[in-house]
């Protein structure tokens, strides 16, 4: 085991951790537009992309981070018809500064439209 490496375990009866933290930097798991039971909330690629964002945030300030510290980000939409949507939603969670970021058209889990997974730099531990 590495001690560099810590690893926050999902509460979720999945198979993967919900954040890890490697050296200086922190990598969170994809997060959705969840409500407690695992299920999508309803809502457009917007009122998603903003749920999304806030569960980001949670989780990095539960690690002592933030979205400031977020130095990439990947984003998968259901429908790429939906980018300047997201965009607008997107942009207005990063008040410090855009993280770097690449975003692709995929399938996504119980018809989310959005998911947002990301890589902060937290310095080391």
């Known amino acids: 085991m590495n001690p560099s490496i810590e690893r ?5 009866p999945v198979p993967f951790s919900k954040a890890v933290r490697a050296g200086g930097f922190l990598f969170l798991s994809g997060q959705l537009a ?3 039971n695992a299920n999508i909330i309803d809502g457009d690629v917007s009122v998603q992309t903003r749920v999304v964002l806030e569960r980001i945030k949670a989780l990095l300030e539960e690690l002592g981070s933030g979205m400031r510290d977020v130095v990439r980000a990947t984003i998968w939409l259901a429908d790429l018809n939906d980018f300047a949507d997201f965009n ?3 942009a207005q969670h990063f008040p410090e500064g855009l ?3 690449s ?3 995929a399938p996504l889990y119980k018809g989310a439209a959005v998911e947002i997974e ?3 730099y937290v310095g080391e531990a």
Do not use: G, N
């Not at 926050?8 to 979720?12: A, D, H």
């Open 8 to 12: 926050f375990p999902t509460p979720l």
């Open 34 to 36: 969840m409500d407690a």
């Open 88 to 90: 607008a939603e997107y």
């Open 99 to 101: 993280p770097t970021r």
């Open 103 to 105: 975003c692709v058209q």
């Open 118 to 120: 990301v890589q902060a």
